[in-house]
Structure formats: structure tokens, C-alpha cells
């Protein structure tokens, strides 16, 4: 799956920049990443549930929210309720996490567990087993337009490996750096959906990019044991 980061798009015509990238299931982007950041648990700061609430109306794809903020207890299930497909949090600012996936599951959406590229995978392998979505940071949080950090790919074979024997059953998703070089590492370790902010929005045509990047991915994955 392509997912792409609205983060790069053009702020004042969001409607638009989503609807750029969709289309037809298996063609346009699956999901729409939205990065919300409150200049708290990262330096920069986005948007919120007012703008998701506006963005459900504008676009048909399945927007998948990236929450960098602090106190996610407290906020993500906003988003959930407002009817966000996917919704993340990060593990480094979650109080409760069981409790937080059971509520954004009740609340009628995914539940996704995000680690920094400090945060060690082994030590959320439990947690993870409420989730959906395992979203594998391949940048430090907070900035789109940074580079790739290929040493998280230990990190996303790891995550493939517990999902192909059986102890999780998350969507891998990276984030950070994607673009038609990295996608191929990325594919290759084992991740199931690819977040690319600059290499779609920045692009001459965002909707043939997304194509681009995920025929590339495709043709990296690795054979299903
Ligand atoms: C970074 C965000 C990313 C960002 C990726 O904190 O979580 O989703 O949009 O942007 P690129 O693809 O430009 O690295
Ligand atoms: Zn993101």
C-alpha cells in the first residue's frame, strides 16, 4: 500500500491535494497519511481534528492519522470518532497502551503503535498484539524531507518476521525518507505500506508517483514464506 503524506502538499488547498492522489482501489493512493504534530512532543507543529474532520469530507480514501503528540490518551480517540480509518500513536507518549487500541477499535477505527528510531521493537512486541498497524519511523519525527535511515530495516525484518510466524498481525508501515530509491530497501525488509510525503507531493504528476512507487515496491517484496 501507498500512503501518501499530506505533509508535503499544499496546506491552503488540501481538498484538492487529496483528490490528486486518488482513484480506484489498487490504483490511487490507499491510504492518505495525515501528520498532526502539537510542537510538544515534536519540534514542529501541523494540524488537528478540525482539519481531519474537514479533510473526511473532501477525499474518499481512508485517511490514516499520524498523532507526534503528547497525551495521545487524551486526544487520538477524537480522531477515531470522527471516523479516521487508521490512527497512530506513538509508543514513547502513550500512558496506557492496551487501552488505547481497545478504544480507537471501538471507536470504529484501526489502532497503529509507532516507534521512534531510538525505540527498540522487542520492547513493544506485547503491546503490539492489540494493534493494526506498526508504523517503523525510518526519520526522527517531525520534518518531512529528511533522509532515509536505512538501519531501521533491521527493525522491519524483525516486524515482518513476527508477522509471518504469527505473533503479530500488523500492517508494517515505514515512514521517512520514502522515495523511488528507498522504497526498494524498504519493500525488500518486508513492509506492507510505504508513507511518502516529497517524492509524491513534490513531484510534476503526485498520482503517477504513487504508481511509480508502488510498482517498485511490488516487484521488491519479499516471497510469502
Ligand atoms: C515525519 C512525518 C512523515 C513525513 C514524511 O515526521 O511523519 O510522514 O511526511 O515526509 P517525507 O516522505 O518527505 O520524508
Ligand atoms: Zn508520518
Redesign the pocket.
Known amino acids: 500500500m501507498i500512503a501518501p ?4 502538499a499544499d496546506f491552503a488547498r488540501l481538498g484538492e491535494e487529496a483528490r490528486i492522489v486518488g482513484g480506484e482501489p489498487g490504483a490511487g493512493a490507499d491510504w492518505l ?1 495525515v ?1 498532526v ?1 502539537d510542537a510538544h512532543f ?1 519540534p ?1 507543529l501541523t494540524l488537528g481534528l478540525p482539519v481531519v474532520e474537514a479533510l473526511l469530507k473532501a477525499t474518499t480514501t481512508p485517511l490514516d492519522c ?1 498523532l ?1 503528540i503528547d497525551d495521545p490518551d487524551r486526544w487520538a480517540i477524537g480522531y477515531a470518532e470522527a471516523g479516521a480509518y487508521n490512527v497512530t500513536v506513538h509508543a514513547e507518549a502513550v500512558a496506557d497502551p492496551i487501552s488505547m487500541a481497545a478504544n480507537l477499535r471501538a471507536a470504529g477505527a484501526k489502532a497503529g503503535l509507532s516507534l521512534k528510531p531510538g525505540t527498540a521493537l522487542d520492547d513493544w512486541v506485547e503491546a503490539l498484539k492489540h494493534y493494526d498497524t506498526l508504523l517503523v ?10 533522509s ?1 535511515m536505512a538501519d531501521m530495516m533491521g527493525k522491519v525484518r524483525r516486524a515482518r518476521s513476527l508477522v509471518d510466524t504469527g505473533h503479530l498481525t500488523v500492517v508494517v508501515q515505514v ?5 523511488a530509491e528507498t522504497i526498494e530497501q524498504a519493500a525488500s525488509a518486508g513492509a506492507d505500506c510505504f ?6 507531493y ?1 513531484a510534476q504528476d503526485p498520482a503517477a508517483a504513487v504508481a511509480a512507487l508502488r510498482a517498485i515496491a511490488a516487484a521488491h517484496r519479499p516471497a510469502t514464506p
Do not use: Y
Open positions: 503524506s499530506l505533509l508535503a497519511h501528520d504534530m515534536v514542529n499520524h507526534m519511523m525510518t526519520v526522527e519525527p517531525g520534518f518531512g524531507g529528511q532515509f515512514d521517512g525518507g520514502i522515495n508513507v511518502a510525503g516529497s517524492a509524491v513534490s
